[in-house]
């Protein structure tokens, strides 16, 4: 019985050494379970003999690339916890969670100096390891192949993933090894992955759509090869030259890859599926895949959960417009009213899930976990439906959250940082469909009494704000004024409304 997560690649590798396991497009190293797994032990024992310790934080800034892979199992086999950064933040906000996190090192790569350097001069106690140039990959190399002693199992956490909230500060959701492994199983055993498949993993590493699926091809037997950035000509090639079999997409992508030349160009041989989260897929684009001969799946989850805990399957996708299909086996999934009785069919509800698959709660944050999980139950703060047949229509994401281009961006984060402005009084921000991102951000401002300047002078200098303190995807696109937010009898900014005032479309 499996216990520990990194035990996964050991077995896999004892059973199918020879198969191919990672294909680096960024370096065109290619590897099989077997070269996979004694990469993963040379690190963990080259970490161990640098005294680290099983349950401290080893935090990961790398792009999508074989080391990431490397460094993730290597850390689940020692019992280090993974703690995944977004390179996408800006180095405030990586700052914050390195202080909250406690991590003791960092592994990165050499293209993240731009980042690196400045929060190298914040944490001069952390160990700083640049995983692909210099010393520390020498000590690699030479280290023994031999497997570490495990040191970490069951509920002992695996990894850390930041997730932000209404308060705009970040919190630390700890997934454990049990959790994990629980979760590999059930989506293992809902979807059609199949073991030899060859799927491309461009979704970053560092959120659990990338993650996710790139353990479960350890777990399955599949081919993974890594992308560091969506292009969809890139893609179509990579679809014909290694005969590529599925992949990881939102909708925005799979827009720009049918729009692109390409699609009619690429012999497609092996291609099958798309598993498609983050936002609804419209029906013409799942009609246009299904006409190619690709399936095109549909999930919903979260950070929280894992990731997928329920998946709609393409023969659904027409007679069920809009849902997001039913629960993953072996996970309870219910549409609940406020006193956590499962409502009837039609009626809106809060998603709520329970199982093995759950997150051990948020790090140092008690009061959230708390919040989130109550008798067992998480919950996701999505409003949904169920009709009779059980199957689940999302109808308002969580707390007015904005996706773009798969990016989860909460309001009060970016409310946060524009509020600080002296010419501020008031913000809302709101998302605005994009052609291209799915949605892009807006934010609609009240201006303070004493602004002496003109508008045009505020954005100038709230663009100025948002570039030194968020990341590119976080900032807003669109600037709109207005003299008062819309707000309800307790004080709450009526996001509906200004969504409604400013439907947009984003300007690209």
């Known amino acids: 019985m499996l216990l520990n997560s990194g035990q996964v690649l050991t077995e896999r590798a004892k059973i199918g050494p020879r198969v191919e396991a990672i294909v680096d497009t960024a370096s065109g190293a290619r590897c099989d379970f077997r070269q996979l797994n004694d990469r993963a032990n040379q690190t963990a024992n080259t970490l161990l003999a640098m005294e680290f310790r099983p349950g401290e934080r080893i935090a990961c800034l790398m792009p999508n690339q074989s080391q990431y892979m490397e460094s ?26 390195l202080m909250d996190s406690g991590a003791v090192a960092v592994l990165y790569a050499a293209e993240q100096k731009s980042l690196v350097d400045p929060l190298r001069q914040q944490f001069p106690h952390i160990r700083w390891l640049a995983a692909d140039e210099g010393d520390y990959p020498a000590a690699v190399a030479e280290a023994a192949t031999a497997e570490p002693p495990i040191g970490a199992t069951g509920t002992d956490p695996l990894y850390m993933m930041y997730t932000s909230g209404t308060t705009g500060r970040p919190k630390g959701a700890l997934m454990s090894h049990a959790a994990n ?39 399955r037997g599949m ?48 291609l099958r599926w798309v598993i498609c989260g983050a936002a609804p897929v419209p029906v013409n684009l799942i009609e246009a895949y299904l006409a190619m001969g690709v399936e095109i799946l549909q999930v919903y989850g979260l950070t929280e959960t894992h990731g997928g805990i329920c998946l709609m399957s393409p023969e659904h996708a027409r007679t069920k417009v809009g849902s997001t299909g039913m629960p993953y086996f072996g996970i309870d999934v219910r549409v609940v009213d406020k006193a956590g009785t499962p409502v009837p069919p039609g009626i809106p509800g809060e998603v709520v899930t329970r199982g093995p698959h759950l997150i051990s709660g948020y790090w140092n944050r008690p009061d959230a976990t708390q ?24 109808k308002d994401r969580s707390k007015d959250m904005v996706i773009t281009g798969g990016e989860n961006v909460y309001p009060a984060e970016v409310e946060d940082v524009l509020g600080g402005h002296a010419g501020v009084r008031e913000v809302g921000v709101i998302g605005q469909p994009s052609p291209r991102w799915g949605e892009s951000v807006c934010a609609v401002i009240v201006r303070g009494d004493d602004w002496k300047g003109d508008d045009e002078l505020l ?10 303190r968020l990341a590119r995807f976080k900032q807003p696109k669109t600037y709109v004024f207005m003299h008062a937010l819309p707000r309800n009898p307790s004080g709450k900014i009526l996001k509906r409304m200004l969504r409604e005032q400013f439907p947009g479309p984003a300007p690209e």
Request: proline share 3%; net charge negative.
């Open 371 to 394: 919040e989130a999980i109550r008798e067992g139950w998480f919950h996701t703060g999505d409003i949904a439906e169920v009709d009779a047949e059980g199957f689940i229509y999302i």
């Open 72 to 97: 993730f199992y290597a850390c689940a086999k020692a019992g280090f916890v993974f703690v995944a950064l977004n390179w996408r933040l800006s180095v405030t906000e990586l700052a914050y969670q």
């Open 459 to 468: 954005v100038q200098e709230l663009r100025t704000l948002v570039q030194s």
């Open 223 to 270: 081919t993974t090869v890594l992308l560091k950035q969506f292009d969809p000509g890139v893609m179509w090639d990579l679809v014909d030259a290694e005969k590529i079999t599925g992949f990881f997409a939102v909708p925005a992508m799979l827009a720009l890859m049918y729009q692109h030349p390409k699609r009619t160009t690429t012999a497609r041989s092996a």
């Open 181 to 219: 492994i629980a979760w590999l199983a059930s989506m293992l055993a809902t979807s059609d992955l199949r073991h030899g498949e060859r799927n491309i993993i461009v979704a970053p590493l560092f959120h659990i759509g990338g993650l996710g699926l790139a353990m479960s091809a350890v777990y």
